[in-house]
């Protein structure tokens, strides 16, 4: 299954609207799309089209517009645009097709492991044609937005593919209420049009930024072509001993205990193994009683490097950690301040991290806890352990062993995407 995405393709069977209007470079425009639609795409593939689909002012005018598409190869999601005056609602829509055609508005659906959601936009702020009437629009389509978003982690996901008609920021990246909520989720890609002709195709921001991919594909731009929207590989990397020090934990031990233990005596990840149950209460609460501790860590050397290299070509990044909920915050503030994205991480307040590794599509997890690496590898993930005193004993096929993230770094730049 592949993804591809289009927009404003503004059919016009039924109605006289000749997109030539607006340049020759309009002539024959339908047949160019559906030529190559109908060759690029496969029935199994995914087509985002993101508004402004018909010029028809009612459905019955957008019906044969809607055939075209309906017969067109693939499944087709839909946003709607600013033109789209025969859209009805995108319940009633989707009853008068099978599961080939999905009208969105507000709610998400599902392809694999992405949340699809979305929403129509609006002209934001910082353009100059938006006007105080625009506010209370904008607003609304703001909201829709992260009501989509929001049902969708409340349901448990965590990758997610925004589709938008108007562009959500520009290409100065002048923040808007879209933008923050594209920040606050992540979303892998986002997806608009709208924007037509030489003059306006720089309007919005295109490429990547802060780990989402941001593409135009209104019709003209794409000279009448589907933009195939490459799936990214999901890289999935714990905290706590894997970009931090496998034994920062030992001096703040040692001094609780008041003992002097090596790191060549840290041969278990349990704690109570290495200094017995005296604190076993504390250790379980380590997370939210010590929680200076965490603020006080470094970086690995070459951490921040390879994960600015795994992003730059094109690699899902997120931080999966066991760390308490609680100190959530603590955590992304961390993550933050050593020049990484916060919205990745991921707290789950539990080692099992097989559904959140599902749920991710995660390819690669990178660990150093032998209790999750042996729960990965069981459940058929790749796991690169950084390699410690206490997870030396474990082994397996897709089990690759490092020394530093040096080495990681060497993995990735040879890795095929």
């Given at each position: 299954m592949r993804l591809f995405a289009i927009g404003d393709l503004h059919l016009s069977t039924s109605v006289d609207k000749p997109m030539t209007i607006f340049g020759e470079c309009w002539k024959n425009h339908e047949e160019k799309i559906f030529s190559n639609w109908n060759r690029v795409v496969e029935d199994e593939d995914i087509v985002f089209v993101v508004g402004d689909i018909s010029w028809a002012s009612s459905l019955k005018e957008a019906e044969q517009d809607l055939d075209k598409i309906y017969k067109s190869k693939g499944t087709k999601f839909f946003i709607k645009?600013?033109?789209?005056?025969?859209?009805?609602?995108?319940?009633?829509?989707?009853?008068?097709?099978?599961?080939?055609?999905?009208f969105m508005n507000t709610n998400y659906r599902v392809i694999g492991e992405y949340a699809i959601c979305g929403t129509r936009g609006?002209?934001?702020?910082?353009?100059?044609?938006?006007?105080?009437?625009?506010?209370?629009?904008?607003?609304?389509?703001?909201?829709?937005?992260?009501?989509?978003?929001?049902?969708?982690?409340?349901?448990?996901?965590?990758?997610?593919?925004?589709?938008?008609?108007?562009?959500?920021?520009?290409?100065?990246?002048?923040?808007?209420?879209?933008?923050?909520?594209?920040?606050?989720?992540?979303?892998?890609?986002?997806?608009y049009g709208h924007l037509h002709g030489e003059e306006s195709f720089d309007y919005g921001f295109q490429g990547l930024y802060r780990g989402t991919e941001y593409h135009l594909v209104s019709s003209d731009y794409l000279k009448f072509e589907l933009k195939e929207i490459k799936q990214k590989p999901t890289i999935c990397v714990d905290i706590d001993g894997t970009i931090i020090d496998p034994y920062f934990f030992i001096p703040y031990l040692?001094?609780?205990?008041?003992?002097?233990?090596?790191?060549?005596?840290?041969?278990?990840?349990?704690?109570?193994?290495?200094?017995?149950?005296?604190?076993?209460?504390?250790?379980?609460?380590?997370?939210?009683?010590?929680?200076?501790?965490?603020?006080?860590?470094?970086?690995?050397?070459?951490?921040?490097?390879?994960?600015?290299?795994?992003?730059?070509?094109?690699?899902?990044?997120?931080?999966?950690?066991?760390?308490?909920?609680?100190?959530?915050?603590?955590?992304?503030?961390?993550?933050?301040?050593?020049?990484?994205?916060?919205?990745?991480?991921?707290?789950?307040?539990?080692?099992?991290?097989?559904?959140?590794?599902?749920?991710?599509?995660?390819?690669?997890?990178?660990?150093?806890?032998?209790?999750?690496?042996?729960?990965?590898?069981?459940?058929?993930?790749?796991?690169?352990?950084?390699?410690?005193?206490?997870?030396?004993?474990?082994?397996?096929?897709r089990l690759t062993r490092v020394s530093n993230w040096a080495e990681i770094m060497g993995i990735f730049e040879s890795k095929e995407l």
């Open positions: 645009g600013n033109h789209d005056y025969w859209w009805t609602t995108a319940t009633g829509l989707s009853k008068l097709f099978d599961d080939s055609m999905v609006w002209n934001i702020p910082n353009d100059i044609k938006f006007d105080e009437k625009d506010n209370e629009i904008y607003k609304r389509e703001a909201h829709r937005l992260k009501l989509s978003l929001e049902s969708a982690r409340k349901d448990g996901f965590r990758k997610y593919i925004v589709l938008m008609h108007y562009p959500p920021i520009n290409k100065d990246l002048d923040e808007t209420l879209f933008s923050d909520i594209i920040r606050e989720f992540g979303p892998e890609h986002v997806i040692n001094k609780l205990n008041g003992v002097n233990i090596d790191k060549k005596n840290y041969t278990s990840i349990k704690w109570t193994d290495t200094y017995g149950d005296r604190f076993g209460s504390l250790y379980r609460n380590f997370d939210t009683i010590f929680t200076y501790v965490y603020e006080e860590a470094k970086l690995l050397p070459n951490v921040l490097e390879t994960i600015e290299m795994l992003e730059h070509r094109g690699f899902n990044v997120y931080f999966v950690t066991a760390r308490d909920t609680k100190i959530d915050s603590i955590t992304k503030k961390w993550i933050e301040k050593n020049g990484m994205n916060p919205d990745r991480v991921i707290s789950l307040g539990t080692k099992n991290k097989i559904n959140i590794a599902k749920k991710l599509g995660c390819d690669v997890f990178i660990e150093d806890d032998p209790g999750n690496i042996e729960q990965l590898l069981s459940a058929g993930f790749e796991v690169i352990a950084l390699d410690t005193n206490y997870n030396r004993a474990i082994t397996g096929e």
